[in-house]
C-alpha cells in the first residue's frame, strides 16, 4: 500500500474537518428545527407589498430592486405593469431622470394599451423638465395631455407645458400656456393668476447691466452704489483709489518697477470691479424675478409676515404690484 | 547674477509646488451609500475637465496653488464664502482660462462682503459660509454662449 506523501496529508486533514463540520449541522435538532419554524413563502402580494413598503417608506432604491424581483418571479402575473409603472416613478422620487425616463419608456412598449400611458409620458415630461430640456419636456406634456383619459391629468400636462416656459423665461408663451387650462380644472383659478401676473412682470423693478458697467468704469464703485451694494461700492472705489494713488506716487519718485507691479494689479481691480458691477445688476434682476415668481406661486398678491432681515423683527405688509 | 538665477529657480519652483497641489474637496473620500446625494454643492464645474491648461492658465494657477499652499495656512482662514475666494479664482481660471478667470477673481474679492448678506449660506467645515460659486457670476453671459 503506498504511504501518504506530507502533501498529500495536508490535502486530507482539511476535508476530515469539513466532514466533521458537516456532521454536526446534520445531526444538530436545534439548527433542523429553526429551518423549519422560519420558513417562508414569498407569494406575489407578500413581495409587491414589500416593494410598496420601501417606495412608501421613500427607500426608492430597494423599491426599485423589489419590484423587479416581482417582475423576475412573477413575470406573467396580473400585477407586472403596475410594478414597472411604480419602477419608473421610484427612480423618478430617487432623482434619477435617465432611469425613469428609460423605465417609463418600457412600460409603454411591454404595454401599449396600459392604463398608465398618460401618466408614464407626463413623468417623462417631468424628468427632462428636471434636466432642463424643456423643448423635449414639452413634446412629452403634449402627448400626455392627447393620451390623458381623464381631465386632470390633461390639466396637469397643461400646467407643465406653460411651467417650462416660465423656466426658459419666455414670459408671453408661459401666460398664454396657462390660459389653456381648461375653466372646469382645479388649476384654472390659480393659471389664470399665474398668467395674469406674467403679463406683468415687465413692471418689476431691473437694472440695467450695461449701466452699471458703464458707472463702474466711469468711477469705481459707482457701479456698484447703483445695484444698491453700498458696501462692495466703498470697496471698490477705496481699492482703485489706493492703487491708482499708489501707481502715480511710484512713477513720480521714477520707481518704475513698483508702478508696473502696481499697475497690473490695478488692471485687476479695476476689470473686476466693472465685471462685478454688471455681474451685480443681473443678479439683482434674477433675484428681483425670483422673489415675483415665487409670491405668483404662493399666491398671495398681498402677504403680511415677520421680516428677519435686519437685526431686529419688523412686522411686513407685502403688496406684489 | 548667480544670486538672480538662484532666485528664479526657487520662484518657478515654487511655482509647480502650487500647481501639483492636490485639489482638496471637501467631500473627497467620503462613503457614498446607494442613491444619496452624492452632489456636493456644485462649484466650478468643467466644460472639459481633461482639457490641458495653457501657460497662461498654468502660471496663474501656480500662483494660486503657491498662495494656498505657503500664504493661506499662515495668513489663516478668513474667506466668508464657498468656495474661498482662492478655490473661486482657480476654478474660475479652469472654467474661462487665464485672463477672464482672474478678472472674475478680482471681482469676487470685491464684491464679497455685500454677497454675504444676499447668498444662502451652507454649513461648510464647521461653520456656515455664503454659497457663491462661479455659475452664480457668469450665469448671464456663459448659458447664453450655448453651455449649460
Known amino acids: 500500500m503506498p504511504e501518504l506523501r506530507p502533501s498529500d496529508k495536508n490535502l486530507v486533514e482539511p476535508l476530515r474537518f469539513q466532514l466533521f463540520l458537516l456532521l454536526i449541522c446534520f445531526f444538530s435538532p436545534s439548527a433542523a428545527l429553526s ?3 422560519e420558513k417562508v413563502s414569498v407569494d406575489a402580494k407578500l413581495q ?3 416593494a410598496d ?9 430597494r423599491a426599485v430592486t423589489e419590484y423587479k424581483r416581482f417582475l423576475f418571479f412573477f413575470p406573467r402575473h396580473a400585477r407586472t405593469e403596475e410594478a414597472q409603472w411604480k419602477i419608473a416613478r421610484s427612480y423618478f422620487h430617487g432623482k434619477k431622470w435617465d432611469e425613469a425616463i428609460s423605465a417609463s419608456d418600457n412600460l409603454i412598449k411591454k404595454f401599449p394599451s396600459t392604463a398608465y400611458q398618460a401618466e408614464a409620458l407626463l413623468l417623462t415630461g417631468l424628468c427632462f423638465k428636471e434636466k432642463k430640456e424643456y423643448s423635449q419636456a414639452r413634446f412629452f406634456f403634449g402627448k400626455a395631455k392627447e393620451e390623458a383619459a381623464d381631465a ?5 400636462a397643461q400646467w407643465q407645458i406653460a411651467a417650462t416656459y416660465l423656466k426658459e423665461e419666455k414670459w408671453k408663451e408661459a401666460s398664454s400656456e396657462y390660459r389653456k387650462i381648461n375653466k372646469s380644472s382645479k388649476l384654472y383659478f390659480k393659471s389664470e393668476y399665474f398668467a395674469q401676473g406674467l403679463d406683468r412682470i415687465h413692471e418689476i423693478p431691473q437694472k440695467s447691466p450695461a449701466t452699471a458697467g458703464i458707472l463702474a468704469a466711469i468711477l469705481p464703485g459707482s457701479g456698484h452704489l447703483y445695484c444698491e451694494r453700498y458696501r462692495d461700492a466703498s470697496i471698490a472705489f477705496l481699492l482703485n483709489g489706493a492703487f491708482i494713488w499708489g501707481i502715480v506716487e511710484a512713477f513720480e519718485r521714477k520707481n518704475y518697477v513698483i508702478g508696473g507691479i502696481l499697475t497690473f494689479l490695478e488692471l485687476g481691480w479695476y476689470s473686476g470691479n466693472i465685471y462685478s458691477a454688471v455681474a451685480s445688476a443681473h443678479k439683482y434682476n434674477k433675484k428681483k424675478k425670483e422673489e415675483y415668481l415665487d409670491h405668483l406661486g404662493k399666491g398671495g398678491l398681498f402677504s403680511v409676515g415677520v421680516s428677519l432681515r435686519g437685526k431686529s423683527p419688523v412686522l411686513a405688509l407685502t403688496y406684489v404690484f | 547674477m ?10 518657478f519652483g515654487f511655482l509647480l509646488v502650487g500647481f501639483n497641489k492636490k485639489e482638496g474637496g471637501a467631500g473627497e473620500g467620503r462613503w457614498v451609500e446607494p442613491w444619496k446625494d452624492e452632489s456636493f454643492p456644485a462649484s466650478g464645474k468643467v466644460r472639459n475637465p481633461e482639457k490641458t491648461p495653457s501657460p497662461g492658465e498654468m502660471v496663474v494657477q501656480g500662483l494660486i496653488g503657491f498662495f494656498q499652499t505657503y500664504i493661506s495656512p499662515v495668513d489663516g482662514d478668513r474667506c466668508p464664502s464657498y468656495p474661498t475666494c482662492s478655490h473661486y479664482a482657480f476654478q474660475a481660471v479652469r472654467k474661462h482660462g487665464a485672463l477672464v478667470g482672474m478678472v472674475m477673481g478680482f471681482g469676487r474679492l470685491i464684491h464679497e462682503s455685500d454677497e454675504i ?8 467645515n464647521n461653520s456656515y459660509r455664503s454659497y457663491d460659486p462661479v455659475e452664480n457670476n457668469d450665469f448671464w453671459w456663459y448659458k447664453k454662449l450655448g453651455n449649460r
Not at chain 2, 548667480?2 to 520662484?11: D, P
Request: charged fraction near 20%; avoid cysteine; hydrophobic fraction near 50%.
Open chain 1, 53 to 61: 413598503h420601501f417606495y412608501q417608506e421613500g427607500d426608492y432604491y
Open chain 1, 152 to 156: 386632470p391629468t390633461a390639466d396637469e
Open chain 2, 2 to 11: 548667480f544670486f538672480k538665477f538662484i532666485l528664479i529657480l526657487l520662484f
Open chain 2, 117 to 124: 448678506q444676499r447668498a444662502p449660506m451652507i454649513w461648510i
Open chain 1, 48 to 50: 409587491m407589498d414589500l
Open chain 1, 35 to 37: 429551518a423549519e419554524g
